[in-house]
């Protein structure tokens, strides 16, 4: 390799290097946010879910809509929470993989797909795909809640079945777990705190089903929310090593530009030397 060609090589390598480091940077920052947002969620989520152990601890069971807590219907339904964009490292293949899987084991199940990236890699299955005119590339808390209401009368009917999510869990920044769950039928996790026989107002009949809905939207939201922040993090990971990587590559051509033009002027002074 010449020396132009070497210099070339260290410059290219160098913008590749801002690039990777500014992406880190961006990535980290929306990271934060995420954070934040996956923790107030969270609160949020498990308040929801203490009042719906406080619904079948009062015994209101029998109140409660048999729809949403059915898993019989003529298909079922996977909501898949993939990538948005690439560059995270093994975070979008982990996802495509999860939902190839539960594709397998439900071949006749309907698809809801979030995320750029996925719903491309996914459009081999686009007759699986419902047919929403919602924009699903940067869904908002509404966006869960018009699907939400969709999502509804489908089980009313007894068209959908079983709702299976596929998303990511966010632990940290290095660790971030692919899942796929079972969503609906609820099953609210077992609490001591309420044991009188609650009053509703308005009556059950009203607020139980507006409350499955509300429930529905914001368990979507919050794995929405976690897969995103696991998103970022893989991606905020992979260009902290992008970056590194790149950092000890220049070291190694630096190094060999060196070797070289020494190994050139060496080659000229003995030219001339010989030639004197």
């Known amino acids: 390799m010449s020396l132009k060609e070497l210099r070339r090589r260290i410059t290219s390598v160098k913008s590749t290097q801002k690039i990777t480091s500014a992406m880190k940077m961006v990535a980290s920052a929306k990271l934060r946010r995420l954070q934040e947002r996956v923790l107030f969620g969270n609160n949020f989520l498990k308040s929801l879910n203490e009042i719906g152990c406080s619904i079948g601890k009062a015994g209101h069971d029998a109140e409660m809509p048999n729809m949403w807590l059915?898993?019989?219907?003529?298909?079922?339904?996977?909501?898949?929470?993939?990538?948005?964009?690439?560059?995270?490292?093994?975070?979008?293949?982990?996802?495509?993989?999860?939902?190839?899987?539960?594709?397998?084991?439900?071949p006749n199940a309907h698809l809801i797909v979030f995320g750029t990236k996925t719903i491309d890699a996914l459009k081999v299955h686009s007759e699986k795909i419902l047919p929403i005119k919602i924009d699903l590339t940067h869904p908002k808390m509404y966006t869960f809640l018009?699907?939400?209401?969709?999502?509804?009368?489908?089980?009313?009917?007894?068209?959908?079945?079983?709702?299976?999510?596929?998303?990511?869990?966010?632990?940290?920044?290095?660790?971030?777990?692919?899942?796929?769950?079972?969503?609906?039928?609820?099953?609210?996790?077992?609490?001591?705190?309420?044991?009188?026989?609650?009053?509703?107002?308005?009556?059950?009949?009203?607020?139980?089903?507006?409350?499955?809905?509300?429930?529905?939207?914001?368990?979507?939201h919050q794995c929405w929310l976690e897969t995103l922040a696991g998103e970022m993090a893989s991606r905020m990971t992979a260009m902290d090593n992008a970056t590194r990587n790149a950092k000890d590559m220049i070291s190694d051509l630096s190094l060999l530009y060196n070797r070289s033009r020494q190994a050139k002027i060496t080659t000229e002074l003995n030219e001339i030397i010989a030639g004197s």
């Open 146 to 220: 018009a699907i939400a209401k969709i999502i509804e009368p489908l089980k009313i009917k007894g068209e959908v079945g079983s709702i299976h999510v596929i998303g990511s869990s966010f632990k940290n920044v290095l660790v971030q777990n692919p899942y796929s769950k079972i969503l609906c039928p609820f099953e609210f996790e077992s609490s001591d705190k309420h044991t009188d026989r609650t009053i509703f107002e308005p009556s059950a009949d009203v607020f139980l089903p507006y409350f499955f809905t509300q429930y529905l939207a914001v368990s979507l």
């Open 70 to 106: 059915s898993e019989h219907g003529k298909y079922d339904l996977i909501i898949i929470f993939g990538a948005e964009k690439g560059l995270c490292g093994g975070f979008y293949n982990n996802q495509l993989r999860q939902a190839n899987k539960a594709l397998e084991k439900s």
